[in-house]
Structures are given as structure tokens and as C-alpha cells.
């Protein structure tokens, strides 16, 4: 039997020291490789720490709500030493968590890297190659943190960390994949693996060759009706298109304070039964933007005496969703109305009842501006096409770590891009400039949201 003290280590932050905030294990406990043993709190986030060792728990060395700085003995296991090893991903080495010579010292995780410069012993994959996380999956805390987030499995991301780990960018791209994918079955192969395509006839007079004759007979290409969403979308895509002279513009913003915010939110009790994104502070900041500048929501009317504009003095917010149906326009009634909590909670009803494909017409008529989010899709900006009825429609896109100047000095930051396409026949360019300002000022400060 041999008894391995655990430290507290860097987390990849570059922190110097952590609170305990609360212990999941007690002595005694049996735990597992990569068990959470308990939550600390840094000055950036709040994370959950796994276990490096197999065992039980011996004893907790620091208190609930005490501060100790990196490399601080925090906790003990006892167990025999084949158990107080951690798992390695299978074709590498077993990698010990207790600092020695080789390692230069200092408190390293496993899959964690080493304040002190330490050298790894695991090998590293061939370049190019992605290691996929099997027994024992290699991420540090706030990439654990970020994944449970984002409801994303661990074991299921495909890891291309230098060492085997699982890394940010592994666990957004995973999940922007499955959003996008969602609501897309994937069809089956065909049980021919090849075909050979025979030589096209020589083409009629009037039709190019290669090219399928209207009654689609041909095997290298399909016809596809277009017919319900389709069609309707298609309509009015072309009828705003050619009827509302649109102009695009669009700034980008720091959104910081907009990721700590949604982070808050996340972890409040308020919003346990509710999903929180990035989504819910930009439809409150296009709400708020609105009330300073009432013409985005306005609408263009042709009547018989010529033309007029119809100003609304209250919000059916529309949410541009991609369904199994198609692209549809669902849109929250009276928005202004709401409060935080109640716009999230309206926020996950039309999104789910849009992706279960029973979003009603009464839900899609009566918006009077919309937001798409193009972000899901990896997207930085767009122009989108104003809804008809409409006079603007704003578009978020992805946010993503980027080099930000602030206070002099160059910074990471959360920074995404907000567009807006407007009916230059309802609204000019200086309040168009306005609203994304001000949509871009809560973003940047959400606080700007507390009246």
C-alpha cells in the first residue's frame, strides 16, 4: 500500500492560487482515474478538478472555502501502487502525476502541461494525425468545464492536442458540428460501391451536352419539387430581395463581458431548467436597441394613396432556425415584455418546437425584426436578407478567442461580429449605425441591460 499526495495544480490559467469551494469526494471514498474530486474557483472560472489516481481517498488536506496557492498538498489516496497510476490513452506510456527529476517538479495533471517547463513522456502522435480519447480522456478543467457547457461527451471528441489532450477548439468544433447536424440524417450508402456512368447520348439541338433534360430522367442529376417551405421561403427571399433596397452594415465587438455573463447565468439556480447562450443577451440587446431606435422595427407599406410606414411600439422577436422543414421564421410575441429568465425560457420553447418541426403558422407571422445567428456555423459575418414585413434583421456571428486591444496592450478576448441589413426606404444610415452601435455597446457590456 502506498499513500500519493495530490497538489493543487496549474490548470493551464496561469494561476498562482485557487479556493477550494466544495469537496465531491470524503475519505474513504473509492474513486476512479478522472473522477471530479471537487470544485475550485480561480480568479477567471469556476472548474471542476478530476482525480489523477485510482484509490481511495485518504484525506482532505484543505478546507471548503480556503485559498492555497499551486502546488499546495490538497488531498491524499491510498491505494497499491498499480492503482495509484493514472490511465493513459491506449499505445501510450502510463504517465505518474508525482513530480521527479525527469520531470523538472511541479504540480501537473494528467494531460496537464507543466508551469515549470516539464517534459512529457508521452509520445507524440505522427503530424497530422488525430488521437482519438478513449479510457481515461486527457483535458484539463476548463476544457471539462467547457464541454459540460456545451452538453458535449468527452470521450466522443476527437482530440488533437499535441500530447493526446483534448483541446478547446476540439470541443467547439465538435459541438458546432453537432448543432449543425442535428436535425440532418445522414443517408445510407448505396450497396454498389462504384458504377460506371454510360457516355451521354449525342444532346437534342437546344440542350448542352451534360446537362438533364426537364423531365430529370437522368442519372447525373436529380429534380427536386419546390413546394411548401421551400417555396414559401424562396418567395419572399425574392420579394424582399427586389422590393427593399437593403444596405448591410456591421462592427465588431468585444463580447467578454457577454461570455463571463452567460457563464454566471449558467451556474445560477434561476436557470437551471433553462439553456443559457449568447443568443439570449443578443435578442435582450437588439430589444433594448430598439427602444432608442424605433425605426429597425418599422415596416414598409405600399397602399392605394401611395405608401406609409407602420411603426410597432412593441417587439415579436423572430429567430431565424434551420429545421428539418427548412428555414423558418418563428418569432416571441411582445419580447419587450419579458424578463431575463422569461426570455431564455421562450428562447429554448421556440427553438425546440422549431427543431421538433411543429413550429405553427401563427408562430411565424407578425415579426417585426429577427435575429439569425450564423455563428452556429463557424460563420464571422453575413448580409442576411430582411424577413418580409420587416425593416432589419441583425446577424450574430461566431465567437471566438482572438488578440483585442485593451488599456494599451494586447489582450485575448471574446470577439464576435454583429451585421445588420436594413430597408433603406424606412430607415437612414445614421440610425441603421446607431442600433448596431448600440446592440454592439451590450454586448460589450451587458450591464448597459440594468435600467
Known amino acids: 500500500m502506498s499513500t500519493q499526495i495530490f497538489t493543487l495544480p496549474d490548470v493551464g490559467e496561469g494561476l498562482t492560487e485557487a479556493e477550494i469551494v466544495t469537496w465531491k469526494v470524503a475519505p474513504g471514498d473509492q474513486v476512479a482515474v478522472n473522477d471530479v474530486i471537487c470544485e475550485i474557483e480561480t480568479a477567471k472560472s469556476l472548474v471542476e478538478l478530476p482525480s489523477p489516481h485510482a484509490g481511495a481517498v485518504g484525506e482532505l488536506l484543505v478546507a471548503e472555502g480556503v485559498t492555497v496557492d499551486v502546488g499546495t498538498p490538497i488531498i491524499s489516496f491510498v491505494g497499491d501502487e498499480t492503482a495509484a497510476k493514472p490511465v493513459a490513452p491506449a499505445g501510450s506510456p502510463s504517465t505518474d502525476s508525482t513530480p521527479d527529476a525527469a520531470d523538472g517538479g511541479g504540480a501537473v495533471l494528467v ?5 515549470g517547463g516539464a517534459t512529457s513522456r508521452r509520445r507524440k502522435p505522427a503530424a497530422g494525425s488525430a488521437v482519438r480519447s478513449s479510457v481515461g480522456v486527457i483535458a484539463k478543467p476548463p476544457i471539462r468545464k467547457l464541454a459540460k457547457d456545451l452538453g458535449v461527451v468527452l470521450s466522443d471528441v476527437t482530440a488533437t492536442g499535441a500530447h493526446g489532450e483534448v483541446t478547446r477548439d476540439d470541443v467547439v468544433k465538435h459541438a458546432e458540428q ?7 440524417e445522414t443517408p445510407e450508402w448505396g450497396s454498389v460501391r462504384e458504377e460506371t456512368v454510360p457516355a451521354p447520348a449525342p444532346a437534342p439541338v437546344g440542350v448542352a451536352r451534360g446537362l ?3 423531365a430529370g430522367s437522368d442519372a447525373r442529376s436529380e429534380s427536386i419539387p419546390v413546394k411548401g417551405v421551400r417555396k414559401v421561403t424562396a418567395a419572399g427571399m425574392v420579394r424582399s430581395a427586389y422590393s ?13 463581458r457577454t461570455m463571463e455573463l452567460v457563464k ?4 445560477s439556480p434561476d436557470y437551471a431548467d433553462v439553456r443559457v447562450s449568447p443568443l439570449l443577451i443578443m435578442a435582450r440587446a437588439v430589444i433594448w436597441a430598439v427602444r432608442r431606435t424605433p425605426m429597425v422595427n418599422a415596416a414598409w407599406i405600399d397602399t392605394d394613396d401611395g405608401a406609409e410606414i407602420s411603426v410597432r411600439h412593441y417587439v415579436n422577436l423572430g429567430i431565424a432556425a434551420a429545421t428539418p422543414r427548412g428555414l423558418l421564421v418563428p418569432n416571441i410575441k411582445d419580447a419587450q415584455e419579458l424578463n431575463m429568465r422569461e426570455l431564455a425560457r421562450a428562447l429554448n420553447r421556440l427553438t425546440t418546437t422549431a427543431r421538433e418541426g411543429k413550429t405553427s ?8 425584426i429577427t435575429i ?7 460563420m464571422d459575418a453575413g448580409t442576411p436578407i430582411i424577413n418580409p414585413g420587416e425593416a432589419g434583421i441583425v446577424a450574430m456571428g461566431t465567437i471566438s478567442q482572438k488578440p483585442w486591444v485593451v488599456d494599451g496592450e494586447v489582450r485575448p478576448r ?4 454583429v451585421a445588420g441589413s436594413f430597408d433603406h426606404r424606412v430607415i437612414d444610415g445614421d440610425g441603421m449605425s446607431r442600433f448596431i452601435a448600440d446592440v454592439a455597446a451590450v454586448l460589450e457590456e451587458p450591464a448597459l441591460l440594468v435600467d
Open 264 to 267: 454566471r447565468l449558467k451556474a
Open 111 to 115: 494531460g496537464y502541461g507543466s508551469g
Open 244 to 256: 427593399a433596397p437593403h444596405v448591410t452594415v456591421w462592427k465588431e465587438v468585444d463580447a467578454t
Open 178 to 184: 453537432a448543432s449543425v447536424f442535428r436535425n440532418i
Open 361 to 368: 403558422p401563427a408562430d411565424q407571422q407578425g415579426g417585426t
Open 414 to 417: 471574446w470577439v464576435t461580429t
Open 372 to 378: 439569425t445567428n450564423i455563428g452556429v456555423f463557424g
Open 212 to 214: 438533364t433534360p426537364a
